[in-house]
């Protein structure tokens, strides 16, 4: 299971790497201001979008090619608790909208209350990982 979480940070960080190239490049072409999804992205975006993808970058990368179980050092333990408290809010903050039946509007676009659904269990299960991986015992 840990082998295939792995596998799936590789990938990822060629997708956000895909995406920080994409929006790099659009911004040098000219191409903001940029509506989707009812959302209009200005070039006051690029240099946040482009931090974010940075720093999700280095953990993806970090996670998928030098972490390993047992883990070895408490600065991997530490990674993965922070992980693991990060999506656990992003979850609870899921749980909450669902909860409550708030809505969220980006621009014209209503998100539907069924996204909050898929996001409440991809973070759940990513923090329940984050937290497995972080507390299981050296063998």
């Not at 590789?10 to 790497?17: E, F, I």
């Not at 969220?104 to 973070?123: C, K, Q």
């Amino acid at each position: 299971m840990h082998h295939a979480l792995r596998d799936i940070a590789k990938v990822c960080v060629g997708l956000v790497a895909a995406d920080l190239f994409s929006v790099i490049w659009l911004g040098s072409a000219g191409f903001f201001p940029l509506t989707i999804l009812g959302v209009t992205w200005t070039s006051d975006a690029i240099l946040p979008i482009a931090v974010f993808d940075v720093a999700l970058i280095i953990l993806l990368a970090h996670y998928g090619w030098h972490t390993r179980t047992p883990l070895r050092s408490p600065s991997e333990r530490t990674l993965l608790m922070i992980s693991g408290i990060v999506f656990l809010v992003v979850a609870v903050l899921h749980l909450t909208r669902l909860a409550f039946g708030a809505s969220i509007v980006l621009g014209d676009f209503i998100v539907p209350l069924w996204l909050s659904w898929v996001g409440l269990a991809a973070t759940a299960y990513l923090s329940y990982s984050s937290f497995h991986f972080a507390l299981r015992s050296k063998k």
